[in-house]
């Protein structure tokens, strides 16, 4: 006799909905924004603090400063665009960890 799925409420749910599985996104992002502006507060001689934000957003980084010279949109193109990165990095983690716990899950259910 088959087993019985149980109920899960991500699975009807979009991921959106659920606060508590979005949190993880909102970090990341957060602290590329944090970083930004502690940056921008200091004054650096010459583009250093351009600099810092670059290496946080790297490899990326090249894009949005290819991206930046043509719209002539300079550092907040770093700011806008790297947040973004971060927030898409934040997606892929949590791709990656449902992927692993689905096969962690299917994994067991097999023993």
């Keep these: 006799m088959a087993a019985k799925k149980q109920f899960c409420l991500s699975s009807i749910l979009p991921l959106a909905i659920l606060p508590l599985a979005t949190l993880p996104l909102a970090i990341l992002p957060a602290l590329h924004l ?11 001689e010459g583009s ?4 810092f934000i670059f290496l946080a957003d ?11 010279d043509q719209l002539k949109l300079g550092i907040v193109a770093l ?3 790297g947040t973004l990165w971060w927030y898409f990095l934040g997606w892929i983690a949590i ?9 962690m899950h299917k994994v067991h259910a097999k023993q």
Excluded at 34 to 43: A, M
Excluded at 58 to 68: K, M, N, T
């Design 34 to 44: 944090l970083l930004c502006f502690c940056v921008l507060q200091q004054h650096f």
């Design 48 to 51: 250093w603090g351009g600099f």
């Design 58 to 68: 790297y490899p990326f980084s090249i894009l949005i400063l290819l991206i930046a």
């Design 79 to 81: 700011v806008v665009l």
């Design 95 to 103: 791709f990656l960890l449902r992927k692993i716990s689905d096969f």
